[in-house]
């Protein structure tokens, strides 16, 4: 069966203004060096436009909604408005497709999962997807809409029973656990770092059933990654498979990007996501954060031979053309005011580094264990 890649010409030349952290090109770039590699065929890509209203308040309040909508139409809200819907407000702005970027990312995860029911394909990579703070009736985390929450909420719709959902984005994934708290159907996963905005995601919220948070310092390392998933993650959930999963999979852990302080290298994320795929084959992998142009680019082409099972092909040399694409990117930041660095641009593995499981992981996983009463 045909595994597929979601995406859309909306996110050539969107951006969120200057100076916004997503001032830049992530998803179209990931496209393109995996079609420059030769890693897919083209009716394995497929372009979606916004989701209809209808689809959007399965989760999202309407006037919620049709207040992003207007901001898209008039470039503009009322203050009052704004203000409500936390639109135009701080890290959230009105951009030319305020709405339709969104819509777009959260058509392609619905669509995703009506394909996966329809046994259509067993694996979709979503590269636009990932949005995990949106709110009900507000926009939070440069999230205007959620589309892990309207995936899970569809997959359950079309009869999925047990849903996974494995976060390991740097920042905890608020608005899905708010949302599914208790829910008998789905289980949260998250790995991010300690002490980061938006502050959720504790230990003590492993208390809940459905809840595994696994907060982690900036000493996290390939090592450490390896080990939560490999030692407790995939022992834990092979007891009862999933029927469904779905990994958000933001790539600012990577070293290099700044919205973390956290240091993996992509060999310990792209492993990470391949063992978690050994869980289900009927598999959703979105993108998320991930504020390196270069590093996020290259971490989401590779998710696509990740997902099709064919990881060694991350070993093969970067080509002239993909070395020429990133090197395009352009990215204001000051790790790049001396020039990319050689090695964002010029290779598809960072170089390997020999790591040791830290006693903090340890002492987290034991203290997790003792929470849900749970031996290996």
Known sequence: ???????????????????????????????????MMGWIEEKQIVKHGPAEI?????????????????????????????????????????????FSRPATAAKASISAIETIAAKKADRILNISGGTHHGRKSEAYGFCFLNDCVLSILKAIELGFQNILYVDIDAHHCDGVQDFFLDNKKVNIVSIHEKNR??????????K????????????FNDEDINFLINQFIIPYFKINCPDLLIIQAGADMLCGD????INLSNNAYWKAISDLLSLCNK?????????????????WAGNWVVLNENIELLDMDMNRECHELLKSLKWKNSRVKNGIPIEWISSWRDKKENYEISDEIISLVNEIKEIKKYEI
């Open 54 to 98: 209808e689809e959007l308040i399965k989760f999202h309040d309407i006037d919620y909604v049709l207040a992003l909508k207007e901001a898209e139409d008039k470039q503009t809200l009322p203050e009052k408005i704004k203000k409500k819907y936390n639109i135009g407000i701080g890290n959230n702005p009105i951009f030319s497709e305020v």
């Open 208 to 219: 809940i059933k459905n809840i595994l948070n696994f907060p982690v310092s900036e000493k």
């Open 283 to 299: 598999s959703l992998i979105l993108g998320g954060g991930g504020y390196n142009p270069y590093l996020t680019a290259k971490a």
């Open 197 to 206: 905005w938006p502050f959720t995601g504790l230990v003590d919220d492993c």
């Open 1 to 35: 069966m045909q595994n597929f890649l979601y995406t859309s010409d909306v996110f050539k030349g969107s951006r969120y203004g200057r100076g916004h952290p997503l001032d830049m090109d992530r998803v179209w770039p990931s496209v393109e060096l995996v079609q």
């Open 258 to 261: 700044p919205q973390s302080r």
